[in-house]
């Protein structure tokens, strides 16, 4: 058996087409969802989880009307 190595910080391309579109969707409600849940907690969690679901939004956009 050969040793295998992994680079930390190695990141691995989102598939492409409808597949992705789906995956990033899905993140995104996601994000949505985490964001809506700590409204009433702390404000910069929830700051992150917009700003996160705001990236994604924009990827998606691009992807859809390029």
Request: charged letters at 25%; a negative charge; glycine letters at 6%.
């Amino acid at each position: 058996m050969e040793n295998q190595y992994c680079r930390v910080g190695a990141t691995s391309p989102v598939a492409s087409g409808d597949q992705g579109i789906q995956w990033l969707e899905h993140q995104y409600r996601y994000f949505e969802q985490k964001a809506a849940e700590t409204a009433h907690g702390e404000s910069r969690l929830r700051d992150f989880f917009e700003n996160k679901a705001r990236q994604l939004e924009r990827m998606l956009q691009n992807l859809v009307n390029p």
